[in-house]
Nanobody
């Protein structure tokens, strides 16, 4: 059974940084695209970043390019999202998510964890 558990969210001032973590269990990362999406109150879900299972390529949404960095530690079955230069517009619940198969990001994630709240405010 695929399980994803996120942590690392919190309250940070504009310009600050946070690192989100996601511990995955019940599956082999090699055969899944894995990444993050976010959802703010009253807004649609939006993909943030993703690591392809086809070739390891990485996708970022335009608004986070240069500020966010996705990475993974296969030995620990853990995914990370380093978020720097945070802006109020980044405020949302962030979800770690997967999509099965040998695919190239972005993908329509079909499984996710419980989410972690990120609030950027002064």
């Amino acid at each position: 059974q695929v399980q994803l558990v996120e942590s690392g969210g919190g309250l940070v001032q504009p310009g600050g940084s946070l690192r989100l973590s996601c511990v995955a269990s019940g599956f082999t990362l090699d055969y899944y695209a894995i990444g993050w999406f976010r959802q703010a109150p009253g807004k649609k879900r939006e993909g943030v970043s993703c690591i392809s299972s086809s070739d390891g390529s990485i996708w970022y949404r335009d608004s986070v390019k240069g500020r966010f960095t996705i990475s993974r530690d296969n030995a620990k079955n853990t995914l990370y999202l380093q978020m720097n230069s945070l802006e109020p517009e980044d405020t949302a619940v962030y979800y770690c998510a997967t999509y099965p198969g040998i695919v190239t990001c972005p993908v329509p994630f079909d499984h996710w964890g419980q989410g972690t709240q990120v609030t950027v405010s002064s």
